[in-house]
């Protein structure tokens, strides 16, 4: 055979030799685009009580390139500026998904974003995190921000020790259980955030061996424990830490058998889900969207140009995601409302109207008995969350929470989404998780 006959041969051996990384990745294809239309839709046309609760949505829409330039702008500058004027006031995961937002890719005219002093705040906080697990084993928190913290520092090149990643990131540590089960949302975002640490260190001499090997066993735990909440459709924990469990499957392929996991049975629940409306609210929207398009927050780089959509989506010109009610006057239904507190329990039946949500439940209760009833919430990303029922306050230090239940289960859903039916036993419970 002749050497320029040879050549071509040569190098597909080669190629064939380069271990891959086989990447189970499974887009939706183009003909099923159209169906992530609602999500794109919910996050750009979304009223969201606080601008900063919209970084999950930047994030998702810059990442995925489904703005157009002007959109981009014009959302990025907003932000930037609601960040400066609130970072006091932020969690360390609101400030790290702000950075990850700001920097999901490069703006052609470059909008002056001062990523270092943005990343060295981060960094304060993530601090702060540490020292309160030092104090009493729990973050500030929780590991779902750690993680975060440590992804976005990581990406953009803040401080973090690799021993502390290492020692806290442990699989076995309390806080990734709630209620002593397993937190696929929790897991997720320790994989992606693990991840980025072991891909940054391979370019780094002066690592410590163990480190190292405890970071690759960690992935392998947590990989396993996320495989092992897979339901019998193809969800990864429930419905809405799918998404994000997806994107640690993506970049974890290595850990895992191809016969673990089947992405495209996952993908089509997701898929039939989103025609159900269970991605209403902007938030959970954001979370799946990026995975349905075969991307990962590991995906964020602040150097590489923004894709940018021709598609614009305005508000007159899109179908909402929701069905239209009918315009007849919604009738009343009867609900039996509970605060529980160990083995108190004080009870009350009211009446709201039809599609009502827990919280107006709550509402009407408290208008009848506020001695009993009477409740405060903060405005999270996920709508509101209750803080104190009756004056006893949740606390992240004490792992206490008040527990929204309906008909003896754990609701997957929060007191603004959650849409009650008639005859429902709802409760509130004092929980430690
Ligand atoms: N985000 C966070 O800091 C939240 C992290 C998270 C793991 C989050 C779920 C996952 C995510 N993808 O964002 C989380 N929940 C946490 C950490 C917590 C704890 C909050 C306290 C703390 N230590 O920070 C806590 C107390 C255990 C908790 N969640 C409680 C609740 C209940 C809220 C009830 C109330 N008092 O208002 C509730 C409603 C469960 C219940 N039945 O009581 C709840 N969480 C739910 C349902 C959810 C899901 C929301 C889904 C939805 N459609 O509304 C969730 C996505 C989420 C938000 N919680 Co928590 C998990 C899921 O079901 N997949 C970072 C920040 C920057 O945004």
């Known amino acids: 055979m002749r050497q320029s006959h040879q050549l071509p041969l040569l190098g597909l051996l080669l190629f064939s030799l380069i271990p891959r990384q086989q990447c189970e990745i499974c887009e939706v294809s183009k003909e099923n685009k159209t169906a992530l239309k609602p999500l794109i839709h919910t996050m750009i046309n979304s009223n969201y009580t606080e601008r900063i609760h919209a970084a999950n949505a930047l994030l998702s829409l810059r990442l995925c390139g489904s703005l157009n330039q002007s959109q981009d702008q014009h959302l990025t500058e907003q932000f930037i500026l609601t960040v400066n ?143 092992s909440q897979k339901t019998e459709n193809g969800l990864l924990g429930n419905i809405y830490s799918t998404g994000e469990a997806m994107q640690a499957l993506f970049v974890s392929s290595n850990y895992y058998n191809k016969n673990q996991w089947v992405c495209e049975k996952t993908r089509d629940t997701v898929l039939t889900e989103i025609s159900r409306g269970a991605f209403r609210m902007p938030t959970a929207a954001a979370q799946i969207l990026p995975a349905l398009k075969g991307k990962t927050y590991l995906d964020v780089n602040k150097d590489s140009s923004c894709v940018y959509s021709s598609d614009s989506f305005h508000p007159s010109t899109q179908e909402p995601i929701v069905s239209v009610t009918p315009a007849v006057s919604p009738s009343q239904i009867q609900v039996n409302y509970s605060v529980v507190i160990d083995k108190r329990k004080d009870r009350i039946v009211v009446s709201v109207t039809d599609g009502s949500v827990f919280l107006n439940v709550m509402e009407q209760a408290q208008k009848e008995n506020p001695t009993l009833f009477r409740f405060k919430t903060k405005e999270t990303a996920w709508g509101p969350y209750i803080i104190s029922v009756q004056g006893i306050k949740a606390s992240t230090n004490d792992r206490t929470y008040w527990e929204l239940r309906s008909n003896g289960e754990h609701l997957n859903q929060g007191a603004g989404s959650y849409v009650v039916h008639a005859g429902d036993d709802l409760e509130v419970r004092w929980s430690t998780y």
């Open 85 to 227: 004027s609130t970072e006091p006031s932020l969690t360390s995961g609101q400030l790290a998904l702000a950075i990850l937002a700001l920097g999901a890719c490069k703006a052609p005219d470059g909008m002056s974003i001062n990523y270092s002093e943005l990343v060295k705040r981060l960094g304060n906080k993530y601090k702060e995190e540490i020292r309160n697990m030092d104090h009493n084993g729990n973050p500030l928190t929780n590991y779902y921000q750690l993680s975060l913290d440590i992804l976005a520092l990581c990406l953009f090149n803040g401080n973090y020790s690799i021993t502390e990643v290492a020692k806290f990131l442990n699989p076995e540590n309390k806080n990734y259980y709630f209620h002593g089960q397993f937190s696929v949302d929790t897991g997720a975002m320790a994989v992606l955030a693990l991840t980025c640490v072991k891909n940054k260190t391979r370019r780094q001499k002066q690592i410590d061996k163990k480190d190292i090997e405890n970071i690759n066993n960690y992935t392998e735990s947590l990989i396993n424990k996320i495989l």
